[in-house]
């Protein structure tokens, strides 16, 4: 029958950095296939796994060998005969448990395979000496029975001569395959080592690639950070026009409410004029009635009580003349301050 596959997954292959024996070196740009294969030949467990046209893992599982789960997702296991170690790392934790288990279960069958031909080999080995002990005994009955009993006692040793040439012929035969084995062995290795030089030099063109990104990131970085500072300021622009903005509209409508109070007070000012020729032709009369009464000396009594309360009407025309005109000089004042702040305003906006 030989190699027949008893289990296969998907994993990303690596293996250990030959010369830090640290670091892990991928064997595979993504993942691959990764099979069990019993040899019934030779009663033998391997694990093989190939990228392509290329061999990435091939390994002969023995007893000694453990499988050693580092993380959730990864595990690893030494070869001493291919003086290497192998990393796998699974999308899932449940595959990573199957393959654990499967390579328990193979460690196994392969104790038990070493253990079963031990016992062939003593088997073997203790027969060869009964076979050596009984002889002259065959001797002896050949001797003693004549013709016939050589005759008979010769067919066992016969026997034994042909399964023993049978033996040596397939220990000849395996040994061929052995050799045919190491070869392929010996190329595979060397196709390996030829992708572990091209894995490093990718390696290295890599960390390069790495490196000048960082750089690149690192530039955009301080760029966005600039940009940052920069949004931040614009933004602290914006909310400043936009409170100026707000008090140049507060201020406009203080302007229009002073505005209409001047207007107001404008229009009381038309009042001042005919108030005067009130005052002008009471002056008049005032004149006219001390010509009168000149004459008119005996109208003076009289006239004097008329006289004293339109005078006194008159003072208190001028007080309140003089009040508007106080009011309406502050008014006035407070405009053309109102005015001033408005255009300190602007000029800072």
């Excluded at 100026?244 to 409508?253: D, H, I, K, M, P």
Aim: aromatic share 4%; charged share 30%.
């Amino acid at each position: 029958m030989g190699e027949q596959p008893i289990f296969t997954t998907r994993a990303h292959v690596f293996q250990i950095d030959p010369t830090t024996k640290k670091n892990w070196v991928p064997a595979s740009k993504q993942a691959v296939t990764v099979s069990y294969f019993y040899d019934s030949t030779r009663n033998s467990y391997r694990i093989i796994s190939v990228d392509g046209s290329k061999v990435i893992i091939n390994s002969t599982i023995t007893p000694n060998m453990n499988f050693t789960k580092t993380s959730q997702k990864f595990g690893q296991w030494a070869d001493s005969r291919a003086n290497t170690v192998f990393g796998l790392g699974f999308a899932s934790e449940q595959q990573l448990s199957k393959f654990a288990e499967k390579f328990q279960e193979v460690k196994e069958a392969a104790k038990l395979a070493r253990e079963k031909s031990q016992e062939k080999m003593e088997t073997s080995s203790d027969q060869s000496q009964e076979s050596g002990r009984e002889t002259p005994s065959g001797n002896q009955a050949s001797s003693i029975n004549g013709t016939d009993d050589e005759k008979i006692s010769h067919v066992p040793e016969n026997t034994e001569l042909m399964t023993e040439n049978e033996r040596l012929k397939s220990v000849v035969e395996q040994s061929k395959k052995v050799e045919t084995e190491l070869q392929a062995l010996k190329e595979s290795n060397a196709r390996l080592m030829d992708t572990l030089q091209e894995a490093n030099s990718n390696a290295e063109n890599w960390k390069s690639k790495v490196a000048q990104s960082q750089d690149e990131n690192n530039q955009l970085r301080n760029k966005i950070s600039e940009l940052e500072v920069q949004c931040k300021e614009v933004n602290l622009e914006r909310e400043r026009n936009a409170q100026l903005t707000l008090r140049v509209q507060e201020l406009e409508a203080d302007l229009l409410e002073k505005e209409q109070e001047l207007e107001d007070l404008r229009k009381q000012a038309e009042t001042i004029p005919q108030l005067m020729a009130k005052c002008e032709s009471v002056t008049g009369k005032l004149q006219a009635a001390e010509t009168a009464n000149r004459d008119l000396s005996e109208k003076m009594t009289l006239l004097q009580s008329e006289i004293d309360d339109s005078q006194q009407k008159q003072k208190n025309i001028k007080s309140e003349l003089k009040r508007f005109m106080d009011v309406l000089d502050g008014k006035i004042d407070e405009l053309h301050e109102v005015r001033q702040s408005i255009s300190k305003l602007g000029v800072d906006n």
